[in-house]
């Protein structure tokens, strides 16, 4: 059901990869919403993915962009500004990717060129996006800006490696630059920290399948889905949160608020009688 959030509005949308990914589900949520959109990926992405169909369903463009590319960014919003007409209302930066994680190399034994490409594709991206806007006077006043986080910026969670700290960086751009574009502008810059979430991009992630479980214990709501999420960025793209900017919330059904949980304590006690027993087999295995 539809209710016309965002009416008139046009927005940006980086990192709709296939029909797995949020940015994919936010922009087909802005679109039912009323929004004009422009959809951008990096060029590999673009041959790997099947953006060009989601921007035929959403009646629009894909604009190649490197997000890490300066000169690409001033293209890609010369590009989206020639389109709209002038400037736009929201931008969603659903970037983040980590070749350490992708080759399997541990946070303890990291390959730091491997690590810079993390944090200048996954972080620092979103502060060329925002730099190249500002000095271009490409967003509206009381435009909206979202990055898409993870509590592993906060908390360390086993196997998400540099992309922890890749976050962390991610949302001390969202509060610094915020403060900037909110002053001068009314723009308003937040990061949403959303569930884990089965994305093409998360599953490098080791051992999710069994994070998604954990998380979805903890959670007295359960695990917020990438549809979720994508109602969520459309309010917060809406006129319906103009007061809301430089924060890092939450979108993951209670999970960032709990210590452990009945569901959770549960599995770990099964488990835990295992491991007792096979300890003490184990012990006197070694004693005989």
């Known amino acids: 059901m539809a209710f016309n959030l965002l009416k ?4 940006l949308i980086f990192g709709a990869l296939n029909d797995k990914s949020i940015a ?3 922009a087909e949520k802005a679109y039912e919403e009323g929004a004009e959109i422009v959809l951008t990926n990096a060029p590999f992405a673009l041959r790997l993915g099947d953006t060009e169909e989601l921007a035929k369903k959403c009646n629009t463009e894909v604009i190649s962009a490197d997000a890490t590319s300066v000169p ?3 293209n890609l919003i010369d590009k989206t500004m020639e389109r709209f007409g002038g400037k736009f209302d929201f931008i969603l930066h659903s970037i983040g990717m980590s070749p350490n994680v992708r080759k ?3 946070y303890d ?4 060129e491997y690590f810079l490409k993390t944090l200048d594709v996954s972080a620092l991206s979103f502060h060329k996006i925002l730099q190249v806007s500002r000095k271009k006077d490409a967003l509206n006043d009381w435009g909206s800006v979202i990055a898409l986080s993870y509590v592993a910026a906060q908390r360390t969670l086993y196997g998400y490696n540099d992309m922890a700290d890749a976050k962390s960086l991610l949302e001390s751009i969202a509060r610094s630059f915020g403060y900037i574009y909110g002053r001068e502008k009314k723009i308003r810059i937040n990061t949403i920290s959303q569930s884990p979430t089965p994305t ?4 490098g992630i080791m051992g999710l399948e069994g994070l998604m479980d954990f998380s979805n214990r903890m959670s007295p709501l359960g695990n917020a889905t990438a549809e979720e999420c994508a109602d969520y960025c459309v309010t917060m793209f809406s006129d319906l949160t103009k007061k809301i900017t430089m924060q890092n919330i939450f979108h993951d ?3 960032s608020s709990m210590g452990m949980s009945r569901r959770a304590m549960e599995v770990y006690s099964k488990n835990l009688e295992e491991c007792l027993e096979f300890r003490d087999v184990t012990h006197k295995f070694e004693e005989f």
């Open 104 to 106: 399997g190399i541990t």
């Open 253 to 255: 059904g209670g999970f």
């Open 72 to 74: 690409d960014i001033e």
């Open 24 to 26: 994919w589900k936010v």
């Open 8 to 11: 008139g509005k046009k927005g």
């Open 200 to 203: 093409t991009a998360g599953s």
């Open 109 to 112: 034994n990291l390959n730091y």
